[in-house]
Structure formats: C-alpha cells, structure tokens
T-cell receptor, first 115, second 111 residues
Framework: DVKVTQSSRYLVKRTGEKVFLECVQD?????MFWYRQDPGLGLRLIYF???????EKGDIPEGYSVSREKKERFSLILESASTNQTSMYLC??????????????FGPGTRLTVL | TQLLEQSPQFLSIQEGENLTVYCNSS?????LQWYRQEPGEGPVLLVT?????EVKKLKRLTFQFGDARKDSSLHITAAQPGDTGLYLC???????????FGTGTRLKVLA
C-alpha cells in the first residue's frame, strides 16, 4: 500500500519561529511537491523537486524553502513564520514518465497555525 | 494566469439527488484529472480524462472532457452521504509541465 506521511497533523507556532515540515514517501517516486491549501483558493504549489537535491519554485515560494537530501524525503522550511502562513500544507509525490504529469499521491496534510 | 475555475463552490443536497460539478478554463489541457478529498485527508485521484469528448464512468460518477479540452464535468447520480467531500479538478495546460488545481467544489450530501 503506497504511502506518503507527514511529520505532524497539527502544528502551532509563534511568529518569527523557524518551522520544519517533513514529508516521506515509500514509493520510490522521483517527484515530490509541497502545496498549501486555503479555502476558495484550491491547492497552490509552493515548491517541487524532480530529483534528489533538485528543486523548482512553484507559484508561491516566497517565505519558504525546501530541502531534498534523500529521494524519499522532502522538507518544507518556513524561515521566519508569519501569521499569513497559517494554512493546510499538503505533500505529494509522483513518478516520472513520458507524460507531462502523473497521478499525485498525497499525504494527510499538516494544519499549521502561526500565532 | 492559467486558472481552473470550478462551479459551484459549495453544494448541499439530499441523498438520492443528482448533481453536476463543472471545471472550466480558457486554456487547452492535454488531460484533466479529478480528485476527491475527504476531511482530514489528502486528495485521492478519481479519474484522468485524456481525449476531447471522452466520457468515463466510475460507478455513479460520470466524467466528461470537453471537445475543445478546455473544460470538464463530473456528474453524480443518486448521491449518497459517502460522496461528501471536496472535489478538485487538476491538469497541466498543453505545452507546459505546470500542473494546476481547480478552486474546488465542496459537496455535502445529507441523509
């Protein structure tokens, strides 16, 4: 059974704190993604990675960074958390093939609140 | 900005009713996917439509890809409480590898 796990389901942090969100997949997928989900806005891509140590900015990378030191792990970092980063964060992974995209497998999400 | 607009944004219906959710764009897509997200979980893929005009059925769910590949619809027949969730369309506009999600339709089916 394929699985994407995220380190926390709920997280409460204070403004200015450094926040780490961890994601692990056990499917040997090349691609990994970080999204944030806000009501009425759907899912917005923050960063994605198509290989170890490779990363690409998505639509809303400001205030975030990522790290992919191992194929199975993709970390999202909030260098200095702000209240407008309060959101649901979803991690996903997918395989690479000749198609432009493939099914994405999602983790359960981390609901982050920044006070 | 390439967008996928979904309508309606919210839908609350009684068990047994039929409904249709729409996903529209001004861009052409090589294919579109539909996901369902249940509370506390990540989205799960329901179907991928690839060919313009294609119709796919998944039990009581019928998915259609527009002839011009700019829009898609999801029709649910005889909705059940288990259909409750957030429905998302997603795809990459033709000629790009940029994968985008629709704005979502939140469906609630009352018993």
């Amino acid at each position: 059974d394929v699985k994407v796990t995220q380190s926390s389901r709920y997280l409460v942090k204070r403004t200015g704190e450094k926040v780490f969100l961890e994601c692990v997949q056990d499917m040997d997928h090349e691609n990994m993604f970080w999204y944030r989900q806000d009501p009425g806005l759907g899912l917005r891509l923050i960063y994605f990675s198509y290989d170890v140590k490779m990363k690409e900015k998505g639509d809303i990378p400001e205030g975030y960074s990522v790290s992919r030191e191992k194929k199975e792990r993709f970390s999202l970092i909030l260098e200095s958390a702000s209240t407008n980063q309060t959101s649901m964060y979803l991690c996903a992974s997918s395989v690479t093939s000749g198609r432009a995209f493939n099914e994405q497998f999602f983790g359960p999400g981390t609901r982050l609140t920044v006070l | 900005t390439q967008l996928l607009e979904q309508s309606p944004q919210f839908l609350s219906i009684q068990e047994g009713e039929n409904l249709t959710v729409y996903c529209n764009s001004s861009s052409v897509f090589s294919s579109l996917q539909w996901y369902r997200q249940e509370p506390g979980e990540g989205p799960v893929l329901l179907v991928t439509v690839v060919t313009g005009g294609e119709v796919k059925k998944l039990k009581r769910l019928t998915f259609q890809f527009g002839d011009a590949r700019k829009d898609s619809s999801l029709h649910i027949t005889a909705a059940q409480p288990g259909d409750t969730g957030l429905y998302l369309c997603a795809g990459a506009p033709s000629g790009t590898y940029k994968y985008i999600f629709g704005t979502g339709t939140r469906l609630k089916v009352l018993a």
